[in-house]
């Protein structure tokens, strides 16, 4: 999905402070330390995910061998 | 304080002429001087009251600096008496779950006709999951493209490819397709390409493409060591304190389908048209190289790099030698300098044996 | 059948899977995320059990994911019997997770409703250092705890992210993060004001911090020295990416480990990460226990053979297990 412009990010979050404020006193004591930030989220496809056949795992992103192979050229 | 004591996963490699710390955490490697080294007791912990006892004047105000420039590093910290038994040395095991864990395939002509389906259910018995794809000529588009597939869903968790660089698959843009497709490429490497350079740097050493000018157009260019391949992590430190750091659990084909150790290696143990991979694995002799480690081999055993480095036991500095110096290494750990191997007066009797 | 229940991508479940594989077993089944029971029986009675999730249980690894019971939409007019429903089926899954757990297993579902509370207090019963807590919505009182300590933290109850929804695929995470609670915040609230509770804790300093690994009595431990990097002074799970936090082998003294194994037990869980803080005079104090942690940052940095524990214990190789745990003390 394509992301919303700042202009309607920064909205967003000012509502959010607006809200914040005025229900201060309704919160837990500790809001003041609450961080936050916007996400828009962005479904991973399924053929983008690195399939593990018999481990049944779908990963992000797959994993490299931990030392060189063979010796082939100069690095 | 009692003690500077090094980070367990900080190791002291000792060397003829100095000495390294391998920070095996973080990946870096920081040579020392072998004064400071050799104060070290049990390769970790340095008595600061006897360090000041010991060493005098200039000699003790400078290994004074060294040892901040440690701390200043994170390579080591201070701790008293009783800390010290509270931070036990790295555990030794090599932990690395599989009976074969990494393959090489050479191709001499393009095709690897044996790799199908069954031939990846070979692979997985043996919990092999790292693959490398040597190609020598150019393989089909297709032909490729049908092997990547096969990976793409199978156990196989990462897979390098070599292949010649070839200018009309630059033009189709083939190479970025393969890297954005197929996401269990670590490494695709095109050599003979008209300049070196990566074209794509990839992620966490994933989806990297790379072309160089190098010419390797067969197995007898492999054997290489220089700084570029050193691995600096646990599982290659623990590996070589009790393994072959290149021939250990490795299997290979070489360009004829005979199945090797390694294929730059003479002894083949079957042909894979009528041997299985587990067959020619448990044949007597397969795994001769595997126990020879650095600290057997003539040369490597003083090196301070010999943790973190790979090996070759297919080209030798002494052919007869079955525990030789690496042929195509050009560091001598006694003067602490690289050279260029091929031109060594010491290596030209060995590069006529061998090439 | 040894089953797993985890997310199709969590690594430390590949990484087990690896040493079942090398170890020679041959039926292994992973759930990933959320597990429909619609379709599953299960049969419970004085002699036995069986799930039909799992047919024959050899063993059972509870690491991520949930049971679920999807309850169909009929346009049902009557909102009570949806929310009898909803009710009704929690038990049935919750009775699942309580009966994996019997079997020969690691962890449960269960293990996610652990209470920070209940495990100070029983930590302090199995004779753990815990921090001063108070948790209260009480201005005078927060201010009057802030007095006692040159600094405080805050820091969430059981909870600490919040996704607050502007519409489908757009929200806010608010993160409820251990934080200290300085001065400016403490001034700012007004006692008048009727807040709802936190947890307030005094801030400790730290020579360094402990990450311990739990396992069917086992302990691997891990010394995380966080103070080097400013950015994870207050908490450590804020990695700092360009630098990370060493992390380095720890061996607890024995009454510790001892204490630690007595309060696991009193909790009921079979197997979890335990923070601690080494403070500069030497003190350990228990901070918490989650269930799920992370493994392959402990197991990697340390080279502890936690995942090859993990597979021998879902194959009843304990003997070997045992004897392994001890060669690498």
């Known amino acids: ?75 | 304080m009692d003690y500077l004591l090094l980070y367990s996963n900080c190791v002291l490699v000792k060397g003829a002429n100095r000495a390294t710390i391998c920070d095996l955490q973080k990946g870096d490697i920081y040579p020392v001087p072998k004064l400071l080294a050799d104060l070290f007791q049990e390769d970790r912990a340095l008595d600061l009251a006897l360090l000041k006892e010991q060493v005098q004047d200039e000699t003790a105000s400078w290994l004074l600096q060294l040892i901040d420039t440690l701390v200043a590093s994170q390579l080591a910290f201070y701790c008293n008496r009783q800390e010290r038994k509270r931070f036990p040395a790295l555990h030794t095991e090599w932990l690395f779950p599989a009976h074969v864990s990494h393959c090489i395939l050479d191709s001499a002509t393009g095709r690897l006709d044996y790799f199908t389906e069954s031939f990846i259910a070979q692979l997985g018995k043996l919990c092999c999951n790292f693959l490398q794809l040597r190609f020598f000529g150019t393989p089909a588009i297709t032909h490729l493209e049908h092997i990547l597939r096969l990976i793409k869903d199978a156990q196989i968790k990462s897979v390098e490819i070599l292949v010649p660089w070839n200018a009309a698959y630059e033009n189709a843009h083939t190479y970025a397709k393969w890297i954005n497709e197929y996401k269990k490429i670590s490494s695709l490497i095109c050599w003979g390409a008209p300049s070196t350079h990566v074209v794509i740097p990839g992620v966490e050493a994933m989806g990297y493409l790379l072309y160089t000018g190098e010419q390797i157009n067969t197995a007898t260019h492999c054997g290489i060591i220089n700084q570029g391949l050193f691995s600096t992590n646990i599982t290659t430190y623990t590996e070589s304190l009790h393994f072959n750091s290149c021939l250990n659990r490795k299997i290979s084909i070489d360009v004829q389908g005979n199945i090797k150790n390694c294929p730059s290696m003479t002894d083949s143990f079957g042909h894979i048209t009528d041997t299985s991979l587990s067959e020619a694995l448990n044949k007597p002799g397969f795994k001769r190289y595997w126990h020879i480690t650095k600290d057997q081999i003539a040369v490597c055993k003083d090196c301070e790099f010999r943790h973190v480095c790979t090996d070759c036991r297919a080209y030798l500095e002494d052919p007869e030698d079955a525990c030789s110096k690496p042929l195509k290494c050009g560091y001598d750990p006694y003067t602490g300098e690289w050279e260029e191997w091929s031109q060594h007066p010491m290596k030209q009797k060995a590069i006529a044996y061998y090439f | 059948m040894i089953a797993i229940q985890s997310h199709s991508d969590e690594a430390s479940t590949d990484d087990v899977i690896d040493w079942l594989l090398y170890l020679g077993a041959d039926r292994i089944k992973r759930l990933n995320g959320n597990v429909s029971l619609n379709k599953e029986t299960l049969r419970i009675n004085n002699d036995s059990g069986h799930s039909s999730l799992f047919g024959e249980l050899q063993a059972y690894w509870y690491r991520r994911g949930y049971f679920t019971l999807d309850i169909p939409d009929t346009g049902n007019p009557y909102p009570a019997v949806t929310t009898y429903f909803e009710k009704e089926y929690e038990y049935y899954t919750n009775g699942t997770a309580h009966f994996l757990s019997k079997q020969h297993s690691i962890n449960s579902f269960c293990d996610n409703h652990t209470n920070k509370i209940t495990n100070l207090v029983e930590a302090a019963r199995a004779g753990l250092l815990i921090p001063d807590t108070l948790i209260t919505a009480d201005v005078k009182e927060i201010k009057a705890f802030a007095a006692l300590y040159p600094r405080i933290i805050t820091k969430a109850i059981a909870h600490n992210r919040i996704a607050a929804t502007i519409d489908s695929d757009t929200y806010i995470n608010i993160a409820v993060d251990t934080a200290i609670f300085d001065r400016d915040m403490i001034d700012a609230l007004s006692a008048e004001q009727h807040f709802l509770p936190a947890v307030f804790q005094e801030y400790l300093e730290k020579k360094y911090e402990l990450r311990i690994f739990y396992f069917h009595g086992r302990l691997y431990s891990m010394a995380i020295f966080s103070q080097l990097n400013e950015a994870t002074r207050i908490d450590f799970r804020k990695h700092d990416r360009e630098t990370p936090n060493r992390c380095v082998p720890y061996q607890l003294p024995d009454d510790l480990e001892n204490k630690l194994r007595s309060f696991m037990q009193r909790i009921a869980m079979n197997s979890g990460s335990i923070d601690m803080v080494v403070t500069p005079s030497d003190d350990y104090v228990f901070l918490e226990v989650n269930p799920v942690g992370q493994l392959q940052w402990l197991s990697g940095n340390c080279n502890y053979p936690v995942e090859r524990e993990i597979a021998k214990f879902l194959l009843h190789d304990q003997e070997t297990g045992n004897r392994t745990t001890e060669n690498h003390r």
């Open chain 1, 1 to 75: 999905m394509i992301r919303r412009p700042e202009t309607e990010r920064q909205k967003i979050i000012d509502e959010f402070l607006d809200w914040l404020d005025a229900h201060r006193h309704n919160l837990p004591v500790n809001a003041s330390t609450w961080t936050f930030q916007l996400v828009e989220k962005r479904t991973v496809a399924e053929q983008e995910l690195v399939t593990l056949g018999k481990y049944n795992a779908q990963k992000a992103r797959s994993i490299p061998f931990y030392k060189p192979y063979t010796k082939i050229f100069k690095f």
